[in-house]
């Protein structure tokens, strides 16, 4: 019988805000560091770097114009010795929720989420859940623990930033984890909810500077 289950990378000082109303992903790097990296030594926070990290993240994008999209970001994480990271599309919601649980189980690594159609990006830094995935083949997600580097300021569209490490319900992360809309970017993925997922095969190890 499937119990409930919890898991968070999240400790506090891992939150980094964007600098720029750009940096969105590059900010998400930094927050995906300091989630990896549990010492709390090498934490990453820099404005300097986060802009470094934005135009390598750019740089790789295959629309550069449009900023850096989460090609760029799965393979900045990866060149910098968080991945192997991949760019995924799920068709169903739940599936995406539980392809996002399970990496984090597996790997210990945190999930990059594909917010407002393609526009922004969060970080899931944990889940709850009812079944631990590593036990459960089938198991549902209960909440998401996400950090979004727009927090505080949130959008008049999609609605609020969630602060740091805030426990979301499937239904709430709903209103702004949306289908990915295919025209913002040149992508052979299909539609549908984007997650830039850590894989297990783990690399030879994370660099702190």
Not at 45 to 72: C, I, K, T, Y
């Amino acid at each position: 019988m499937p119990h409930a289950f919890a898991l968070n990378l999240y400790q506090e000082g891992d939150f980094v805000p964007q600098y720029t109303f750009e940096w969105c992903v590059a900010a998400s790097i930094q927050m995906m560091h300091n989630l990896i990296d549990d010492t709390g030594a090498g934490t990453w926070a820099d404005p300097v770097q986060q802009g470094e990290l934005w135009e390598m993240a750019r740089a790789r994008s295959s629309n550069s114009f449009n900023g850096a999209n989460p090609l760029g970001w799965a393979q900045v994480v990866t060149e910098v010795g968080m991945g192997p990271y991949a760019v995924v599309s799920i068709a169903n919601y739940e599936e995406a929720l539980q392809t996002a649980a399970r990496a984090i189980a597996d790997t210990d690594r945190p999930v990059g989420l594909v917010m407002w159609r393609g526009r922004h990006v969060w970080v899931m830094s944990g889940f709850e859940s009812l079944g631990d995935p590593d036990q459960f083949r089938e198991f549902s997600v209960t909440g998401i623990r996400v950090q979004d580097p727009l927090y505080p300021y949130g959008d008049q569209q999609w609605g609020p930033s969630p602060a740091p490490n805030t426990l979301l319900t499937p239904e709430q992360l709903a209103t702004q984890f949306v289908v990915r809309e295919p025209r913002r970017w040149s992508s052979d993925l299909p539609t549908g909810y984007m997650l830039v997922l850590p894989f297990a095969e783990a690399s030879s190890g994370l660099r702190t500077s």
